[in-house]
């Protein structure tokens, strides 16, 4: 990785995973969230500059999600529900949208790793919204521009849904 890169990259981890404890506070429920604040500007980078997101990235946290689930439950003894169906439903509608040619099995991955990564049920609601909002309105732009058929890489809008939504949650309470 080059120092420029490296310079970058550093710093928004960093404030990421500032806002992943602020949001979840030192619990399990961090765990990946804290993964995500790490891998964040790579998958962004990557799928702005080749439209795809790497497995050997985004699989990983899918073993960081279960890691937060499984010790939520542990911790708490009760079934957190939000991060389930959010990671369920999140899969299926990314899936239907990948199967009629809107989103690439890397949005769809990722998709289920930010939904299990929700902690809360309105983190679970509000990042898909923002995300497909802020899609939305760039590729309106786009075709006002006339630039139809132009594909936008998906990955940087799910995430910046998700850390929007995290950095709210707090506030939600």
Do not use: C
Request: glycine share 10%; no cysteine.
């Amino acid at each position: 990785m080059s120092r420029s890169r490296l310079l970058l990259w550093v710093p928004v981890a960093v404030v990421l995973g500032v806002v992943s404890l602020w949001a979840a506070g030192p619990t399990v429920a961090a765990v990946p969230l804290l993964y995500l604040a790490v891998v964040t500007p790579e998958l962004v980078r990557i799928d702005m500059a080749e439209h795809r997101l790497p497995n050997r990235i985004v699989l990983p946290g899918l073993a960081f999600a279960v890691v937060g689930v499984v010790g939520s439950l542990a911790v708490s003894t009760r079934l957190p529900v939000a991060p389930l169906i959010a990671g369920v439903v999140s899969f299926v509608v990314m899936l239907l949208l990948a199967a009629v040619g809107g989103m690439g099995m890397g949005d769809v991955k990722l998709a289920a790793v930010l939904g299990l990564s929700s902690f809360t049920a309105s983190l679970a609601v509000l990042w898909p919204v923002i995300a497909f909002l802020v899609g939305g309105v760039v590729s309106a732009v786009l075709l006002a521009r006339g630039r139809r058929g132009q594909r936008i890489a998906f990955g940087p809008y799910l995430l910046l849904g998700f850390w929007v939504a995290v950095a709210l949650v707090p506030l939600a309470r």
